[in-house]
């Protein structure tokens, strides 16, 4: 009994177990349910995973099952990136201990019931516990912000080296507080339409209907709601990733303001699609796009310069071969950001370069080929998240040496080759017509699957290793259990 | 000191191992690449087979109600006839005999061309003027066309003769159909006609299987996915006959039609206000099978032609 007692309480009690649960849900549901489209369902595993688990599934439910698939997987990010930030900031003990019970019953509820519904027969009861599950993780968030009101003079700072104004006001923790408000805020622009259209019955998927000049309300709630919170989810990443590697000085001070400006820039923007400013509201997201953006390429320049200034300070006068070498000596700390920097090819980058040739290229092709580059580019931008997620873990878990190299350079090769083979793929129509394209559509799904089904296997490895690791007496998990994440923040 | 150099001469037979390692990734991965360069036969030989579906056939629809759309909405139409299978190439070849005989269509450069009469224009984000005067109906010289021109008159690319048309645009699909004075079938009527009376996804049924329809990597005797990928199959092709050693289910709609789910997508009749684009329906070769559902739709612009778009007519 003292041995499950232990275990649990690591599991459900500190930072470092929890956000190991969340990790290993989202990495099975990924595994399994990742079976059942694309090469998979080619090659007939589709079938054979229906059949072993014995799912229901029906294919006039697709849309609302794929719905309850993406909800389950994003709660269980939010979930890490809630943990992340009551083990990095200064959060009461109530708060703390109270947003991560909260959260955790509230993903864990969303995931396996949200699944089980849809996936495993229409159990109606599951699919009140989904919704109960979501209201959870909505009430978490409200807690949160509760917790982490930056105008508490407990947060104050005065240390010259980090963002705040004359009163003391920590303008790093007012960032995190103003995505955390307006992410509540947006989880409504999802919440309203989803009871308006009656809890599912009338499912539909924004990419389907993008075309169409004339959008209900609603309709333009639900497009709104699914940009704002992956976006959300990328700026609080990339405030974590900055407090973990403590970021500081001249570029912390100009890049805090910036965020929080287009934090909020952004989400009116995204908002307004849902009120008469629609008809400019691409031009306002634009405009909160940009600061957000730019203080990103701040952490990065820091950062950057921060591992080449370590890695190099027994030089006196380094080349740019050392320097590179210095940059790259980590990468778990130079992989985060390179991700942040890889993502302008393959999400922003894209996105930029459709917005300005729509009607003369994309809008040319049929619906169906601007659709993979929709659902492409912001699968692309999610999983980046993921591996950013993972370097962090691999840190956090106390990675060292040649497994902390393997682990890092595997985590960014994999995922690179996969997301470029993506990026190659939503733009295959540019340089190859469709007749020709099978063999370039089968080398990319190639390459695709062998950077994801890798990564897979990689994270399979850390999990089997994480388990094993439960079983003994003085594991790593012993230790873990009691360091919180702001006692390894980079000095 | 021994111990040392053992664990010395260990470490660099584990690098060396992972250099092979290495190698043979990037070689595997440089192989992929080279291989995704490969030209495509787009004249591979193609399995001939004869399926007794006469495309000649029309399907007589009743006027009343019936479930439209995916959250079942209900709709009605008035009777109509509906083709039971796409137009074949060789229907669309003997069009065009006869069409580049009276004017109806003509030459223009490496593209056939024919008189559309406009639309009405409003100005809509993303609007584009479609205004009176000729429009391409089919490019001549794509590889992917299969009806052939020589300089006199058009021919079928042995093989194809009972395949649907493709690469041809909604202008030729349109000109088509008003040249015969039928006319591309509405949303609506499309749907109807496949579906039915009742909420089916399919016009066979619920589920979908291999043997049902044409669809990506559906494994018919049509395609070769290493190498130039999914093909039309003739129209009318899942009747239920085998076909040498493929056995197709019959998946006809309730009311006759063939291939109402895959092969080639199908452009319908219906100008919507503010848009220029035209919708298609019934998935393709090269979709997966949840494009195949009959309410899934696709859209384009009018003069955007492939091997995975076809058309039937309605009157």
Redesign the interface.
Known sequence: MQFIKTRFNYLFNSTKGLILVAIAMVAVVTAVFGML?GPM??MGVREVVIKALGMDI???E??GRIIILYHSIAMAIVAIEVYMINGLLKIKPFFKTAVNAIITVGYLTTMIFGMGFAYFGHNWAFHGLYIFGLSLIFFAGVLLCIALWPWNKEYHVTDKDYAHTKSGLDLERTAFFATAVTTVISALFGAVPGSFFGNG????LAE?II????KTTMEYSVIGHLHIMLALICIMITLIIGRWLNFKGGWHKAAMPLMILGTIVLNLGVWGVVTPLEPIAHMIIYVGATPSMLAALFLLIWSWGKLIREGTANIARPTFGQKLRALLRDPLRFGPTWQMLFMNFTTSGIGIFMAVR??EIF??????EERIELTGHWHVLSAIVATIILFYYGDMIGLKGRVRQWYGWLIIVLSD?AFASVTAFEMKRLFI????????????M??ID?GLGMLLVLLAVVMVWRLIDLFKNKGRWTEEQTHELAQEVNQ | MRSLLNIMSLRAKRSNLLARWDCFVAVL?AM??L??????D?NAPMPVFDTRIDPDTWAQIPAGEFHFG??EDVETTDAYEIMITDVTTAQYADFLNAALADGYVQLDGEQLVGFYPGDEFRG?????KIEAGDWIFIPLND??QRVKFNGTSFTVQPGYENHPMTMVSWFGAWGYCGYYDWRLPTELEWEKAGRGAD?R??PWG???ARENANF??SRDPFED??????RTSPVGFYNGQKYGDYQTLASASPYGLYDMAGNV?QWTGDVYD??H?RF?RGGSK??????L?LWV?????PT?Y????GFRCAR
Not at chain 2, 124 to 128: D, I, P, Q, S, T
Not at chain 2, 306 to 309: H, L
């Open positions: 489209s369902a080619e029906v294919q006039a697709r849309e019955f009338e499912v539909f389907n075309r169409l000049p004339e729509l009607d809008r040319v092709w049929p619906a169906r080759i017509t469709e007749a020709e394209q099978q063999p370039l559509v089968n080398g990319l190639y390459a062998f | 991965l992929t690449m291989a995704s360069c490969a030209p495509v787009l995916q959250h809509v984000k993303h609007e584009e590889p992917s909420e996804p399919f619920d589920e979908i990506y990597s996915m290493s190498s130039f990928g999914s997508w503010g848009m684009y298609m090269d979709t997966y099978d949840m494009d559902r739709r696709n859209n384009a612009t955007y492939s091997p995975g778009v």
